[in-house]
């Protein structure tokens, strides 16, 4: 089979198309003929060496994706219960299956989510993992009441919109956070109710937006402004951070948090798809919703999976707006 490899760690430049065995049949596991692959900046820092990698080159990147299967084997394996039934053809998607990058993907079966007719390869690849990341922020993290305003942090990016939206579909209102008056604009377009530039005085604008108490919650993705997330949040209000894309945060003196009856929450993915009973009905709900219409998703552009190495310096560049995917031929 073909897939996006690389020897050595470095720029997009150390991508390559080529050969590799394709993936042998486990216990426990389908073989997934890719139709439609998310690619996700934590690729990007898989080929640059700031994540670990297991096992020996050619390295191949890629976590997320759906497609059909090809073959599977229920008699074992050593995930945890396995809460559907597949089988052969079926429709399936995955958010942390690694090797993604390749024309067949072996995946455990407790981390395959059936993928309903009405959605289509590209929308499952495009949703899952910011989709599912987007829930629990929402959900687990800081339920959102109706009427409250939630700060979303990169509100352009791949989580973004997605958590926009959500906060919106549980009745409250989004502000977002963005680098760009283009982004600004999309972010607009993508669920929130308005969007500032983190180029101006933007916790004063968050002051503003609700006349002068502050936000309920910020979700930040950033780091570096987490210190002035609490500034933005209201007496008794709540900060998530679950992402560092701008940098390590500041240290939070717990004085402070006591002082104005803030609390700071963590926030990690993996923590919260404990089973494959979550991954199912958290993956229905999103299904569910972009069927419906309520969830929209935003492509930004889709390259063939022997272009990737282009994908990668488009995503790079952080100019694109939306998800970007790599189809397999």
Same mark, same amino acid.
């Given at each position: 089979?073909?897939?996006?490899? &690389?020897?050595?760690?470095?720029?997009?430049?150390?991508? =390559? @198309? !080529?050969?590799?065995?394709?993936?042998?049949?486990?216990?426990?596991?389908? +073989?997934?003929?890719? /139709?439609?692959?998310?690619?996700? &900046?934590?690729?990007?820092?898989?080929?640059?060496?700031?994540?670990?990698?297991?096992?020996?080159?050619?390295?191949?990147?890629?976590?997320?994706?759906?497609?059909?299967?090809?073959?599977?084997?229920?008699?074992?394996? =050593?995930?945890?219960?396995?809460?559907?039934?597949?089988? #052969?053809?079926? !429709?399936?998607? &995955?958010?942390?299956?690694?090797?993604?990058?390749?024309?067949?993907?072996?995946?455990?079966?407790?981390?395959? #989510?059936?993928?309903?007719?009405?959605?289509?390869?590209?929308?499952?690849?495009?949703?899952?993992?910011?989709?599912?990341?987007?829930?629990?922020?929402?959900?687990?993290?800081?339920?959102? *009441?109706?009427?409250?305003?939630?700060?979303?942090?990169?509100? *352009?990016?791949?989580? %973004?919109?997605?958590?926009?939206?959500?906060?919106?579909?549980?009745?409250?209102?989004?502000?977002?956070? #963005?680098?760009?008056?283009?982004?600004? +604009?999309?972010? !607009?377009?993508?669920?929130?109710?308005?969007?500032?530039? @983190?180029?101006?005085?933007?916790?004063? !604008?968050?002051?503003? *937006?609700?006349?002068?108490?502050? #936000?309920?919650?910020?979700?930040?993705?950033?780091?570096?402004?987490?210190?002035?997330?609490?500034?933005?949040?209201?007496?008794?209000?709540?900060?998530?951070? @679950? %992402?560092? *894309?701008? %940098?390590?945060?500041?240290?939070?003196? $717990?004085?402070?948090?006591?002082?104005?009856?803030?609390?700071?929450?963590? %926030?990690?993915?993996?923590?919260?798809?404990?089973?494959?009973?979550?991954?199912?009905? +958290?993956?229905?709900?999103?299904?569910?919703?972009?069927?419906?219409? +309520?969830? /929209?998703?935003?492509?930004?552009?889709? &390259? $063939?999976?022997?272009?990737?190495?282009?994908?990668?310096?488009?995503?790079?560049?952080?100019?694109?707006?939306?998800?970007?995917?790599?189809?397999?031929?």
């Amino acid at each position: 089979m073909k897939a996006l490899c &690389f020897e050595r760690f470095g720029g997009p430049e150390v991508l =390559t @198309y !080529r050969d590799v065995p394709t993936p042998e049949l486990q216990p426990g596991h389908a +073989r997934v003929r890719m /139709k439609a692959i998310g690619l996700n &900046f934590a690729d990007i820092y898989r080929r640059r060496g700031n994540y670990h990698l297991a096992g020996q080159p050619p390295y191949i990147a890629g976590y997320e994706g759906a497609g059909v299967i090809e073959a599977l084997d229920a008699t074992g394996g =050593t995930g945890g219960p396995v809460e559907a039934r597949f089988a #052969v053809g079926d !429709r399936v998607a &995955f958010a942390d299956a690694p090797f993604a990058n390749a024309e067949y993907v072996r995946v455990p079966l407790e981390k395959l #989510v059936p993928v309903p007719q009405e959605i289509s390869f590209k929308q499952a690849a495009a949703l899952l993992l910011q989709g599912l990341t987007a829930h629990y922020l929402v959900r687990d993290s800081r339920r959102v *009441a109706p009427g409250e305003v939630a700060l979303v942090h990169a509100a *352009a990016g791949g989580v %973004g919109p997605l958590l926009s939206q959500m906060v919106r579909l549980q009745g409250g209102r989004a502000l977002g956070l #963005v680098s760009s008056p283009e982004k600004q +604009r999309f972010a !607009r377009e993508t669920g929130a109710e308005d969007a500032f530039l @983190y180029s101006e005085d933007w916790v004063a !604008r968050a002051l503003a *937006a609700t006349g002068g108490r502050g #936000v309920d919650v910020a979700y930040d993705s950033v780091g570096k402004t987490l210190l002035d997330s609490f500034r933005a949040v209201r007496k008794g209000g709540q900060v998530v951070f @679950y %992402g560092m *894309a701008g %940098g390590d945060p500041a240290p939070v003196d $717990p004085r402070m948090l006591m002082d104005t009856s803030k609390t700071l929450t963590g %926030g990690d993915l993996w923590n919260v798809l404990t089973s494959h009973r979550e991954r199912l009905d +958290r993956s229905a709900e999103l299904f569910g919703w972009v069927r419906d219409g +309520r969830l /929209k998703l935003t492509l930004a552009r889709t &390259f $063939p999976l022997a272009e990737g190495a282009e994908a990668h310096r488009l995503l790079e560049g952080r100019g694109t707006m939306g998800k970007i995917l790599l189809i397999p031929s």
